[in-house]
């Protein structure tokens, strides 16, 4: 799991995180039994949880058991076998086998024909052995008596050649907590619970919340809307947030149309304290599941903040049953959790999922124009912290690797810009008839779940579907490492670059990804931040370009060195969480007098030279806009 820029939170560099999942194959299994699975939640040791798994028999005298070391959708090694510990092999008495670790993820046992049962414990990521390389949304919670968010490919494993058998899965948990998932129950009590699952893939697509009931559901039509929410505080109910998760459903189901067939989704809302999210860096969002999505967020949070960030980081998730779900190669269907072999297609499987989560908020009318325009400018500038003469298909294939791994979070910057110039070469194309979305409509009618495509063989396929231009525009920036002239498709449907209002993810800064200040040596050689940049509220407040910003909101910074660095984000991140009316005050020093300067947040703005319609543009360039993002 990669984190990507798109929205800052809790430090200048800290960013929502979107992850999508892959699709596996379900052959038949050659094993006619069920693995069978249990975790114990009551009897938690030095904030472990106990793991035992009862196998079939084996036919081979020597078998491997793995923790995967990569999962779908994460795009890095995580090496989740890190967090396990003391495992032991036993046969049917209860004598110990001989059991061997061959590396972080993987033990061999010498004697399996009278394997019985493999137990070991398992730490949680939050705070287990270098848990903070785990972001939230995909790692696991243990805390006991009160929540447990569980990320199942962290804790269960599988044995050398059984991926495919099915598991039954037994937890044993206190009393008061209740499971939220999508895995089928086959029973259900107070302290008891049994889970049933097709295969080990099925076992790590379908997290688990226990925590106190707090959720709600509802049908959109033919699917079944479940969002669950622990907080730690309290202060949330998700009956809260229903309205916002129902309108944003309703509008992507009308924008996918019959794209999407998906039965239920659950949406697993688990939100922190400050303190303990600091821990990741202060790192915030989504792992995304077939059907379902864990979504980690801050408990300190205004309710209406929350609402939009869930409507953002959620929308973007459930377009991932477009695809990797219904459209996905078969590198992603036949997923090795220890041996992987990537596709080259993250252009589609982030960066489409990336560019329908916003066009869908303007073409079903959430946000405005404007809105649209200046999300497109902020990825545009993103981008560019990005190698743009990087090969798209070499990066997406070598993703798990350097110099690729570090160039990750572009497939949700470029890569959605890649599928914004996409479209409108499909509807100029098409005189506005048809765009992306009818592309990615038809592969899904022709692939779906169960039928993946061949890797190599994609762009022939969608270049058929469509026009030699969309395949010169392939050849040039997805598997070409050719930089875009993003101006001339916007020019297409009448946009050009002109000066606008551009809002700001916060009051620290002068426009979107740079602060209003900036590091500079004093004469005796003492690090200073230096105000080099206005927006709207601290301009109207009074601070003035070159006064030395000393802090905010009545807490003074300590000096500005690398080791005061979680002190330093300790005063700027309460200031991403200010609604619109707060009362705030900065201090800084003029001509060597120290200002104490106070206003009201309201809404940050700064002109910037964003996007925004060409008014000398012709009737064809606006015809197209208007089936570009409304048709």
């Not at 912290?385 to 993703?399: L, Q």
Request: charged fraction near 20%.
């Amino acid at each position: 799991m990669k984190n990507i820029l798109s929205k800052l939170f809790f430090s200048l560099t800290a960013a929502l995180l979107f992850v999508g999942c892959a699709a596996l194959r379900t052959p038949k299994s050659p094993f006619a039994d069920v693995i069978q699975t249990r975790i114990d939640l009551v009897d938690v040791q030095d904030d472990k949880v106990q793991i035992s798994i009862t196998p079939p028999p084996f036919k081979e005298n020597t078998t491997v058991f793995y923790i995967p070391q990569i999962v779908p959708g994460t795009y890095e090694y995580s090496n989740f076998g890190r967090f396990a510990e003391n495992v032991q092999a036993f046969d049917k008495k209860g004598n110990p086998l001989e059991i061997k670790k061959r590396d972080e993820n993987s033990w061999e046992i010498t004697q399996a024909t009278k394997l019985a049962r493999l137990t070991y414990w398992v730490n949680d990521t939050f705070d287990g052995p270098d848990g903070q390389e785990i972001y939230p949304m995909g790692g696991t919670n243990f805390e006991k008596n009160q929540t447990f968010l569980l990320n199942l490919h962290s804790m269960i494993g599988y044995f050398k050649g059984m991926k495919e058998i099915p598991y039954r899965l037994t937890i044993s948990s206190p009393k008061k907590l209740v499971p939220f998932t999508s895995l089928p129950v086959l029973s259900k009590s107070d302290t008891l619970d049994v889970f049933d699952a097709q295969r080990y893939f099925h076992i790590i697509d379908n997290p688990i919340l226990y925590s106190e009931p707090n959720a709600v559901s509802f049908d959109l039509g033919e699917i079944k809307v479940g969002l669950a929410l622990y907080s730690p505080s309290g202060t949330h109910q998700a009956t809260a947030y229903q309205a916002a998760i129902e309108e944003m459903m309703k509008a992507q189901k009308a924008f996918l149309g019959d794209a999407n067939d998906t039965p239920s989704y659950d949406i697993l809302l688990h939100l922190m304290d400050m303190e303990r999210l600091q821990y990741f860096g202060g790192m915030m969002g989504a792992l995304e599941h077939h059907t379902s999505t864990t979504v980690v967020f801050v408990d300190d949070m205004p309710a209406g903040e929350l609402t939009q960030s869930l409507v953002d980081v959620v929308s973007h998730e459930f377009f991932h049953t477009l695809t990797p779900l219904n459209v996905h190669s078969e590198e992603i269907h036949n997923f090795e959790y220890n041996t992987p072999v990537m596709s080259k297609h993250l252009w589609m499987y982030e960066g489409t999922t990336e560019y329908f989560a916003n066009l869908f908020q303007i073409n079903q009318g959430l946000i405005d124009e404007a809105d649209f325009y200046n999300r497109l400018l902020e990825k545009i500038n993103y981008a560019q912290r990005y190698d743009d003469t990087m090969s798209f298909t070499e990066m997406s294939a070598g993703i798990v690797d350097e110099p690729y791994q570090s160039n990750y979070g572009n497939v949700y910057q470029k890569g959605a810009l890649i599928n914004m110039c996409l479209d409108i070469i499909i509807r100029e194309q098409s005189g506005g008839a048809r765009g992306i979305l009818s592309v990615m409509q038809e592969l899904a009618r022709k692939y779906g779940k169960e039928n993946p495509f061949q890797d190599d063989a994609l762009f022939d396929e969608i270049v058929e579907m469509t026009y030699p231009e969309v395949g010169k525009f392939i050849e040039n920036h997805i598997v070409g490492g050719t930089p875009i002239d993003y101006s001339l498709y916007l020019a297409k449907v009448g946009l050009i670059r002109g000066e606008t209002d551009a809002a700001l993810p916060s009051v620290l800064f002068q426009e979107a990804g740079v602060p209003f200040f900036a590091p500079q040596p004093n004469e005796d050689g003492i690090m200073e931040y230096v105000i080099s940049g206005l927006n709207s509220t601290i301009e109207a407040m009074g601070a003035q370009i070159g006064d030395i910003f000393l802090g905010l909101d009545g807490k003074i910074l300590p000096e500005i060195k690398r080791e005061n660095a979680d002190e330093i984000n300790a005063v700027f991140q309460p200031s991403f969480l200010w609604e619109a009316n707060k009362e705030f005050s900065i201090t800084v020093k003029r001509n060597g007098e120290m200002l104490t300067l106070t206003g009201t947040l309201g809404t940050p703005t700064a002109k910037v030279n964003g996007i925004v319609e060409d008014v000398l543009a012709n009737e064809a360039a606006v015809t197209l806009r208007k089936a570009w993002l409304f048709k």
